[in-house]
C-alpha cells in the first residue's frame, strides 16, 4: 500500500466543496479581508479539481468529507483525535478515484504514439509511463499528482486536433490547471496550437481569432465554473490568491533552510540538475520533511519491498533513459524538418511542451521537491519511447556500421606501421 501523506487529509477535508459548489456557490465566492479562515485559504490557494474529484466520489458511497485538517504543527496523535485522519475505507476510496484517471491516460498516451509515429511509439509510451515508479507513487495517492499528470497527458492529446477543435483544447489546459495552477505553462502553448494550421490556403486572420476566442473562452469558462471564489470580485480575488501563493511560497523557502540548510536552490543550474536527477535518476521520496517519519516508515519499508518501487531508477538505467530522451529529443528536431506540415507541427509543439514545462518548473521552483518534476514525465516518457523506436528502425544500420567500422580497424592495424601505433 503507498504510505500515507498529510496532504491527502487536507484533500479529503477541503471535497466538502463538492457538496457546497452543488448546493450554495456563491457563498464560496471571495470578499474582501476574508482570506481568514482556512477553507478560504485553501480555495485561493489550491487548484480545486483534485477535491472536487474527491468529493464526487464520497458522494457515490455516502462517505463524509473530514471533519477537521491536518495541523502540520501537532502531533499523529493529536491529529487522529481531532479526526484528521482518514480511515482506512475513505483513504482508499480517494485513491481509487485519483488512480482511475491512470488508465484513460495510458489509453491517450496511446493514441499520441500513433500520431506521432505508430503504435510501436504509442506501446512503448503506455509501458515505460505505466512503470515509472514516481508515477506509481505519486498518482495514486488522493493528491492533486493524479488529476495533473492526466490534464498534462489531454493537454498533449489536445494539440494533435487543437486547431480543428479550440474550443476542446482550452478545456484540456483548464483541467490541468485546475489540477495545479503550475500547469499554466501549457496556456501559451495551447494558444500556438490553436493558431497553427497546416493548410496554408485555409489560414486566415478571422478563422485564426475565431480559434483563439474558442479556446480561451473555454480555459475562462471551465476555470470560472470551478473556482467559485472569483465570481464577486474577480480582478481583487486573483491578486489575492496570486499574494497568498507567494506568501506560502517564501516561508516554504525560509522553512525549508531552516530545516535543510543549503538545500534550496537558488541558481537555474543547480534547479536544471536537480530536476534531471528527479526525473531519470532518484528513487522515490514518500514525503518533503520527515514530521511523522516514525509513524509512515512501517509502510514505507513494506512499499519498499514492491520490486517495482525503484524500476528504472538508477545510475545505469537514469543515463539510458537521459541518452535516449536526448536522442528522441534529436529525431523530434530532425523529423520535423522533412515531414509534411501536420507531422511537423506536432512535433514542434511538443518540443515547445517540454521546454516550456522545464523552464516554468525551474524558474518558478526553487525546492527539491520530487512532486513537482511530475508534469515532465509524461513528454519525457513520448521522446525516450521516440529514441527507443529510432533505435529500433535503424538497428540493421547501425550493426552494418560497426561490423564495418572494426573491419576497417582491423586492417590499419594489420598494415599501419609500428609508429602510428605508438
Same mark, same amino acid.
Given at each position: 500500500m503507498v504510505p500515507f501523506h498529510p496532504d491527502e487529509s487536507t484533500q479529503l477535508y477541503m471535497s466538502a466543496d463538492f457538496e457546497q459548489i452543488m448546493t450554495k456557490p456563491w457563498q464560496m465566492a471571495w470578499e474582501e479581508n476574508d482570506s481568514a479562515s482556512s477553507i478560504t485559504r485553501y480555495r485561493l490557494l489550491d487548484a480545486p479539481l483534485t477535491r472536487y474529484l474527491l468529493g464526487f466520489g464520497r458522494t457515490l458511497f455516502s462517505l463524509p468529507a473530514l471533519p477537521s485538517d491536518w495541523d502540520w504543527s501537532a502531533s499523529w496523535e493529536e491529529n487522529h483525535s481531532n479526526g484528521a485522519l482518514p480511515s482506512d475505507r475513505t483513504l482508499l476510496l480517494g485513491r481509487l478515484i485519483i488512480a482511475s484517471l491512470f488508465p484513460l491516460g495510458l489509453f491517450l498516451l496511446y493514441r499520441i504514439g500513433i500520431a506521432i509515429d505508430s503504435r510501436w511509439l504509442g506501446i512503448f509510451t503506455v509501458l515505460l509511463f505505466s512503470s515509472n515508479a514516481l508515477v506509481l507513487l505519486h498518482t495514486r495517492r488522493a493528491m492533486a499528482e493524479g488529476a495533473l499528470v492526466f490534464g498534462v497527458i489531454l493537454t498533449l492529446y489536445?494539440?494533435?486536433?487543437?486547431?480543428?477543435?479550440? *474550443? %476542446? $483544447? #482550452?478545456?484540456?489546459?483548464?483541467?490541468?490547471?485546475?489540477?495545479?495552477?503550475?500547469?499554466?505553462? &501549457?496556456? !501559451?502553448?495551447?494558444?500556438?496550437?490553436?493558431?497553427?494550421?497546416?493548410?496554408?490556403?485555409?489560414?486566415?486572420?478571422? *478563422? %485564426? $481569432? #475565431?480559434?483563439?476566442?474558442?479556446?480561451?473562452?473555454?480555459?475562462?469558462?471551465?476555470?470560472?465554473? &470551478?473556482? !467559485?471564489?472569483?465570481?464577486?470580485?474577480?480582478?481583487?480575488?486573483?491578486?489575492?490568491?496570486?499574494?497568498?501563493?507567494?506568501? %506560502?511560497?517564501?516561508?516554504?523557502?525560509?522553512?525549508?533552510?531552516?530545516?535543510?540548510?543549503?538545500?534550496?536552490?537558488?541558481? !537555474?543550474?543547480?534547479?536544471?540538475?536537480?530536476?534531471?536527477?528527479?526525473?531519470?535518476?532518484?528513487?522515490?521520496?514518500?514525503s518533503e520533511v520527515g514530521n511523522y517519519r516514525d509513524y509512515t516508515e512501517a509502510a514505507e519499508r513494506l512499499y519498499r519491498l514492491s520490486p517495482d518501487h525503484q524500476l528504472w531508477r538508477n545510475s545505469i538505467s537514469g543515463v539510458v533513459l537521459f541518452g535516449l530522451a536526448i536522442l528522441g529529443v534529436v529525431e523530434a528536431v530532425r523529423v520535423s524538418f522533412q515531414s509534411g506540415n501536420a507531422k511537423r507541427r506536432l512535433l514542434l509543439l511538443y518540443l515547445f511542451t517540454l521546454l516550456a514545462l522545464a523552464v516554468g518548473i525551474i524558474a518558478m521552483i526553487p525546492l527539491p521537491w520530487q512532486r513537482y518534476s511530475i508534469p515532465l514525465i509524461p513528454i519525457t516518457t513520448i521522446f525516450i519511447c521516440l529514441g527507443i523506436v529510432w533505435l529500433i528502425k535503424n538497428s540493421r544500420r547501425i550493426y552494418s556500421h560497426g561490423r564495418i567500422s572494426a573491419r576497417l580497424s582491423q586492417v590499419l592495424t594489420q598494415f599501419a606501421p609500428d609508429s602510428w601505433m605508438s
Open positions: 489536445a494539440l494533435i486536433f487543437a486547431d480543428k477543435r479550440p *474550443l %476542446l $483544447a #482550452g478545456l484540456a489546459v483548464a483541467i490541468a490547471f485546475n489540477a495545479k495552477q503550475s500547469a499554466v505553462v &501549457l496556456l !501559451p502553448i495551447g494558444l500556438l496550437a490553436v493558431c497553427w494550421i497546416p493548410e496554408k490556403k485555409i489560414r486566415n486572420i478571422s *478563422l %485564426l $481569432a #475565431g480559434n483563439s476566442a474558442k479556446y480561451l473562452a473555454g480555459f475562462i469558462l471551465l476555470t470560472a465554473l &470551478l473556482n !467559485p471564489f472569483l465570481w464577486r470580485h474577480p480582478i481583487s480575488a486573483s491578486q489575492e490568491a496570486l499574494q497568498l501563493r507567494q506568501g %506560502l511560497l517564501e516561508r516554504q523557502v525560509a522553512d525549508y533552510e531552516h530545516l535543510a540548510p543549503g538545500q534550496v536552490l537558488n541558481s !537555474p543550474a543547480e534547479r536544471s540538475a536537480v530536476l534531471i536527477a528527479q526525473l531519470f535518476f532518484t528513487p522515490p521520496f514518500f
